[in-house]
């Protein structure tokens, strides 16, 4: 099978106690024989090389800039992650992360899975405002052309499954947020159509033997979120983004029924987060399974997945439960998987 696999993951994994640069690798290897042990199929670094999911990524990428988060916040910390800006000239003129996937590949039997930012992550949090180009068509037209360099730098160190990681559509869903867009300058209605199409464009040319994929959540920096709001209002933009498979946050409440899923093309995968990779607590098993089969009502069984809503450790902080909690939740998954599908 062809990722996205049956029991998945979105990537990121607590930080190990004692994590520095001098055992990087070392850490890599542990946690890779971890994920293969207990039966993944697709298989991260943990993003264990990273502060932040993507901000890292970002900030290597010509004429982007750091800065602080004016808002709207995460609930429950003082701490708040920075925020990119585009000050320049938007251009992937060097390898970034390409040397990150090939140690992981190095190190696994099953398939090495990387995750990188979407394209939408350069303008959401700041918007318009953030943006020091004249012509937006032309920032947009240099966002999709830096993310196909990526694409095909990431293809030719040999990567088969590559995660785009997006909260604009899901933050997007939420009143607060669109609010914030119009203050930045922005139209939140034409948004998510202008970022499908980017990320439609930027994996246009991707290899047939490439799996894309789109993982797309409410926020995720130590177990607290910023938005809420069902799929609605994006789904039928978002489902058009021209990525083979969609992770959906669907733990909670905040993110609504699974309605918006008839949206979804014919043959596309959705993989349902409905495991929450905020708490400690586990899922039963049989509640996993009547929400699968809910959502088989909107979109053939045969194309849904499972795995945890987001990812453990989004930024370097962690979420707020153990690392045998976070294991005991992907070994849940597998097991869910294998009973629903085999």
């Not at 993944?40 to 943990?46: A, M, R, Y």
């Not at 590949?105 to 318009?128: D, E, N």
């Not at 453990?312 to 939740?329: A, I, V, Y």
Request: contains cysteine; proline residues 6%.
């Amino acid at each position: 099978m062809r990722p996205p696999f049956r029991a998945d993951h979105v990537g990121s994994l607590l930080r190990p106690a004692g994590l520095d640069p001098a055992n990087l690798k070392e850490k890599i290897r542990e946690a890779v024989a971890r994920q293969e042990a207990i039966g993944l199929e697709s298989i991260t670094d943990g993003e264990f090389g990273r502060q932040w999911w993507h901000l890292d990524f970002l900030s290597r990428l010509d004429g982007v800039t750091i800065t602080q988060n004016p808002g709207p916040k995460f609930g429950g910390t003082e701490e708040q992650p920075p925020i990119p800006k585009v000050t320049g000239k938007l251009r992937y003129a060097k390898p970034v992360m390409v040397e990150d996937f090939a140690f992981l590949k190095s190190v696994t039997r099953k398939t090495a899975k990387f995750t990188i930012p979407s394209p939408s992550m350069l303008h959401l949090r700041a918007g318009r405002a953030g943006v020091a180009y004249q012509d937006m068509d032309e920032f947009w037209s240099d966002a999709a052309a830096a993310y196909r360099a990526a694409v095909a730098a990431f293809a030719k160190a040999g990567c088969t499954y590559l995660q785009l990681d997006d909260v604009s559509f899901a933050y997007l869903c939420d009143p607060k947020i669109r609010d914030a867009c119009r203050k930045n300058g922005d139209d939140p209605a034409a948004l998510p159509g202008i970022y499908a199409d980017t990320i439609r464009k930027a994996v246009e040319a991707k290899p047939s033997g490439m799996t894309v994929t789109m993982h797309t959540c409410r926020g995720n920096f130590k177990s607290a979120w910023v938005a809420e709001g069902g799929y609605e209002p994006v789904a039928e933009r978002m489902f058009s983004s021209g990525v083979d498979g969609f992770f959906m946050e669907f733990d909670t409440e905040r993110a609504g029924g699974f309605e918006p899923l008839r949206f979804v093309p014919k043959g596309k995968q959705v993989v349902l987060g409905l495991v929450s990779s905020k708490t400690g607590a586990l899922e039963d098993k049989s509640f996993l399974k009547r929400q699968i089969a809910a959502a088989a009502r909107y979109v053939p069984i045969e194309n849904l997945c499972l795995s945890p809503q987001c990812g453990f450790s989004s930024t370097h902080h962690g979420n707020r439960l153990t690392e045998d909690e976070q294991w005991r939740k992907l070994e849940r998954v597998v097991e869910v998987a294998k009973e629903v599908w085999t």
